[in-house]
């Protein structure tokens, strides 16, 4: 099936960091924006970070600016997402989303909307 697939997530303690990867099995999305989102419990979805196809521009939720990275490969095949300094409130399941109806258009897009392809999520949970 052709989605996003992520890894990477896990337990660590506030303050630390982890490094969620979201790569696409069967199909590139290597000409499109993709960006990262997250829900936790009784939440609803939200935008943490997108990046443009060709890695030009990044766009990132005011929550977690200065402590994460959005970043993709040479190939642009893989989405990286660096996660440093991390709180309790960082706790969710992280979704990686692709966009595959617009190709090369330079946009790093923060609304769910603008993505037709989802992952199954990872779990992030930081202890205080």
């Known amino acids: 099936q052709v989605q996003p697939v992520e890894s990477g997530g896990g337990l660590v303690q506030a303050g630390g960091s982890l490094r969620l990867s979201c790569v696409t099995s069967g199909r590139t999305f290597s000409a499109s924006a993709m960006g990262w989102f997250r829900q936790a419990p009784g939440k609803e979805r939200e935008f943490v970070a997108a990046?443009?196809?060709?890695?030009?521009?990044?766009e990132y939720a005011d929550s977690v600016k200065g402590r994460f990275i959005i970043s993709r490969d040479r190939n642009a095949v893989t989405v990286y997402l660096q996660m440093n300094s991390l709180k309790p409130e960082d706790t969710a399941v992280y979704y990686c989303?692709?966009?595959?109806?617009?190709?090369?258009?330079?946009?790093?897009?923060?609304?769910?909307?603008?993505?037709?392809?989802w992952g199954q999520g990872t779990q992030v949970t930081v202890s205080s």
């Open positions: 990046i443009s196809w060709s890695g030009a521009n990044t």
């Open positions: 989303a692709a966009d595959s109806r617009r190709k090369y258009t330079g946009s790093a897009y923060i609304s769910p909307v603008e993505y037709d392809y």
